[in-house]
Nanobody
Framework: QVQLVESGGGLVQTGGSLRLSCAAS????????MGWYRQAPGKQREAVAI???????NYANFVKGRFTISRDDANKAVYLQMNSLKPEDTAVYYC?????????WGKGTLVTVSS
């Protein structure tokens, strides 16, 4: 059974940085697109950054220049480096991956940015 587990969330001050990690486990031969999404209180889940198998990345406008997504296929992992954090970045961040035609999600990790 495939599982995604996020880590690295926490409390940080405005302007600070955090690095989120997501590790996939289970019988996995290859991972297609991976991504990070977030959901703030009272808001819908939204895409933050997506990275294709070849490494091409796309970002939401609100994180361009501040966040960087990367992946390590050998270790079945995806990362999100978040810099210059703002209070509006406060949310639960979810890892997502397409694996063998299935869409998998982690349970999320909370990021809180204090002003």
């Amino acid at each position: 059974q495939v599982q995604l587990v996020e880590s690295g969330g926490g409390l940080v001050q405005t302007g600070g940085s955090l690095r989120l990690s997501c590790a996939a486990s289970g019988i996995i031969y290859s991972i297609d697109t991976m991504g990070w999404y977030r959901q703030a209180p009272g808001k819908q889940r939204e895409a933050v950054a997506i990275i294709a198998r070849g490494g091409t990345a796309n970002y939401a406008n609100f994180v361009k220049g501040r966040f960087t997504i990367s992946r390590d296929d050998a270790n079945k992992a995806v990362y999100l480096q978040m810099n210059s954090l703002k209070p509006e970045d406060t949310a639960v961040y979810y890892c997502q991956a397409w694996i063998a035609g299935g869409n998998y999600w982690g349970k999320g990790t909370l990021v809180t940015v204090s002003s």
